[in-house]
């Protein structure tokens, strides 16, 4: 197959650098563009049926029919989800959409460490030290291997953060819409009622929207943690605030929040931030909040430009073979 041209949206330096070291080895002719794909930015791709766009922009309907309308047969996302692309309209006007898949890697270590960072309550140790106020916290810290953490969805991060708990010695209850019939595996009820820590690895969806609402955060254990990674919108935020201030739960770890669009990626320093809920979690001595970061790591990049470049040849390859 002759070499191919796949437009890459709202392509940061670090990706760029990765697209052009990587694409001669696929044959594959990347255009850069620094800019979210928009409206106006789709007639930079009357060329290229293949573009590639970043999980940080919302792709909507009236920029799906500019792409259309410049030539555009498939988006591949460089991201797992595709929560932020409207996929309904895509299919009504035959774009096809393509996701990838990293390695778990990243997000499980990330979730990890957030665990950890709660049951030890190292946000409000930080916050001491940077004050040079030494002395030790007044609530002591838990350990993981006395604990049992439910993890809800096991996928391929979902499972990598399973083997990592192993390792802990803490006992692990898992969640799969699934319903695996193996060990360990039990009903979500269930799960939340007999879990210390629960863990959010589920794919946002209609079905799994405030997949932790109001009826899951009642029935948690007292004093449990919750830790997400997955989608902010998997929470029910105003449900979960409640329940932080009312002492339901002991604590939170957010790498993601409902509503971040347009906060997290910003720098906010020099303006206000309109989030309803996220300077209240921030205030919280109990609460750890981090700007959808989890995934941000070199291998991450390296498979998710990998996968993307492999995905456009994978279509172009289907469109030749009719």
Not at 45 to 62: Q, Y
Not at 111 to 116: G, I, R, S, Y
Not at 187 to 193: G, R, S
Not at 221 to 230: P, R
Request: aromatic share 6%; net charge neutral.
């Amino acid at each position: 197959m002759k070499n191919i041209g796949i437009t890459v949206y709202g392509c940061e330096q670090d990706e760029a650098d990765a697209f052009r070291a990587l694409s001669p080895r696929f044959g594959v002719m990347p255009s850069i563009i620094n800019a979210p794909v928009s409206e106006v930015g789709a007639v930079s791709a009357p060329c290229n049926r293949c573009i590639s766009v970043g999980h940080k922009s919302e792709v909507s309907a009236s920029i799906l029919l500019a792409l259309k309308r410049a030539g555009v047969k498939y988006i591949s996302t460089r991201s797992i989800g595709c929560n932020h692309i409207d996929t309904t309209a895509a299919k009504r006007m035959g774009i096809a959409v393509g996701h990838v898949a990293y390695s778990p890697d990243s997000v499980a270590d990330y979730t990890v460490m957030l665990m950890l960072m709660a049951i030890r309550n190292a946000k409000s140790t930080e916050r001491s030290v940077e004050k040079h106020d030494f002395r030790q916290n007044s609530v002591r810290g838990k350990v993981l291997r006395d604990m049992t953490v439910g993890v809800l969805g096991t996928g391929q991060i979902g499972k990598a953060v399973m083997e990592r708990l192993r390792g802990f010695g803490c006992h692990v209850l898992a969640y799969d819409r699934s319903q695996k019939a193996e060990a360990n595996y039990i009903p979500l009820d269930t799960l939340l009622q007999n879990s210390d820590i629960v863990t959010l690895h589920v794919p946002l969806g209609e079905d799994t929207r405030h997949i932790i609402g109001r009826e899951q955060l009642r029935g948690m254990k007292q004093g449990a943690f919750l830790i997400n990674t997955g989608r902010g919108a998997l929470v029910d935020t105003d449900a979960l605030v409640q329940a932080l201030e009312t002492g339901k739960l002991g604590g939170a770890a957010l790498d993601v929040l409902e509503g971040e669009e347009g906060v997290f990626y910003f720098d906010c320093t020099q303006k206000p931030i309109d989030h309803p809920f996220l300077l209240k979690l921030q205030r919280m001595p109990n609460v750890i909040i981090t700007p959808h970061t989890a995934y941000y790591t070199e291998q991450a990049l390296r498979d998710t430009v990998e996968k993307t470049i492999q995905n456009c040849l994978d279509f172009e390859r289907s469109l030749a073979h009719g």
